[in-house]
């Protein structure tokens, strides 16, 4: 822009029939309203008539690169005030609400529970602060699901936590095929088998999964090989750890479940089994995504060998199933049918499997005999959802670092 304003009128029409579609851009701020305050000035510019004036802002327009709504409220800011210069603006910055400390939290709490969805872990921070009055926990236990995402981006979160054959249809007269119907009322199990990888050696360890239909109550188990003799008492003995009376079994229709002796052992229980149906992949749905939300979570997709499930079967029943009813929330589907017969399925409600249990009407009443809610409540509040989570992912390092050990020396 040197000696662009000095230019005369008749120049100026000159320049501007030249120059076609020539641009310029001016590069600083500063510089563009110093040039243009001296460009008015040097024209005259407010006793010029209305046909000159036009010509002097398509030449300043073109000048600086400015639009023609800009130039005119530059012009107009100069007639008012006198002056042009660039407005020092403040932009406005929101309070910073969620510290540093908050956020550190919140990375320790994603590391305890191997980093849960956005509804499971609001849970949590709720009930760490509500249930457990954890006084560290006062902001998080407000905090939205949309702005835990935020927080799991920043830079101080990523500094503290970096987060990786088919069954066949037989035609067995056992078993009723069809979709149980609890109608509010817990005890209906889901269930299925997870296979923990294959090496040349052989098969790997078999976890078992039963999941109440209506708590999400959840049970696992692990037992070295599918046969009656390896499955039969491990079955009992986590049908005997709920603690509401078991009236259905449902599983798929794979030959771990479908045996006479699985058979004897429910009608000796008082258990009525079902099966799922032919092209109804839905019918066991809900154990099955357990099967990936919880077990792979945790244990992983590896091979480990058969003669460690009393191990792991240990860990289940002495750390892992206590943390999963009493301190991880999960969500609860709620069934709508619109107008025209849809039906749609909402999960805005996250709760533990304990408190949905509590929450029905008159609970006691589905407890096996010995049970009491008094002793449930107790276990619930010997420890916070965190403190659980981070006792069971001790466990869970020592059983793998067990079974590296023993690997390691065969």
């Known amino acids: 822009m040197i000696n662009g304003e000095e230019l005369s009128l008749e120049q100026i029409r000159a320049f501007l029939a030249a120059s076609g579609e020539i641009e310029f851009h001016g590069q600083q701020r500063p510089e563009i309203y110093a040039w243009l305050k001296a460009f008015l000035v040097r ?118 936590l970096l987060r990786f054959t088919k069954t066949k249809p037989v035609a067995i007269p056992i078993g009723e095929r069809r979709k149980p119907r609890p109608e509010g009322c817990p005890g209906y199990l889901r269930v299925d088998t997870v296979h923990q990888g294959d090496s040349a050696a052989g098969k790997g360890v078999y ?89 792979r979570k945790q244990i992983g997709y590896g091979y480990i060998e058969p003669r460690h499930a009393a191990r792991i079967h240990a860990f289940y029943r002495d750390s892992f199933n206590s943390y999963l009813n009493f301190h991880r929330p999960s969500a609860q589907a709620e069934t709508r049918v619109a107008a025209n017969g849809k039906r749609m399925t909402f999960y805005k409600r996250w709760a533990t499997p304990w408190e949905v249990f509590a929450a029905l009407e008159r609970p006691e009443r589905f407890l096996k005999a010995g049970c009491t809610l008094a002793a449930l409540a107790a276990q619930a509040g010997q420890e916070s959802d965190t403190e659980s989570a981070r006792r069971m992912q001790l466990a869970k390092r020592r059983l793998f670092e067990e079974i590296r050990l023993l690997e390691k020396s065969a």
């Not at 530059?74 to 309070?95: E, N, T």
């Not at 708590?215 to 079955?235: F, K, M, N, S, Y």
């Not at 603690?243 to 052992?265: K, M, V, Y």
Request: net charge positive; proline share 3%.
């Open 207 to 295: 976890h078992l999964n039963a999941v109440d239909e209506v708590t999400q109550w959840q049970v696992v188990g692990a037992v070295e090989t599918i046969c009656e003799r390896d499955l039969q008492p491990v079955l009992e003995e986590m049908l005997a750890q709920f603690p509401f009376a078991i009236l259905g079994f449902h599983s798929d229709n794979g030959s771990e479940f479908i045996n006479w002796q699985t058979a004897q052992l429910l009608q000796r229980l008082l258990i009525r089994q079902t099966k799922s149906r032919p092209r109804h992949s839905n019918d066991n749905g809900l154990v099955e995504s357990k099967n990936g939300a919880v077990i």
């Open 43 to 160: 024209h005259e510019y407010w006793v010029c008539g209305k046909q000159d004036k036009g010509i002097l802002r398509t030449y300043a327009s073109k000048w600086t690169g400015l639009s023609r709504a800009q130039l005119t409220r530059l012009i107009a800011r100069y007639r008012r005030d006198g002056a042009l210069a660039p407005c020092v603006y403040k932009r406005h910055r929101f309070r910073l609400r969620y510290t540093k400390a908050d956020v550190e939290l919140l990375a320790a709490t994603d590391e305890a529970h191997e980093t849960l969805s956005g509804p499971a872990t609001k849970r949590i921070l709720e009930r760490e602060y509500q249930v457990y009055r954890r006084p560290e926990y006062v902001r998080l236990a407000g905090l939205s699901v949309a702005h835990l995402y935020n927080l799991r981006g920043r830079k101080e979160y990523r500094q503290r």
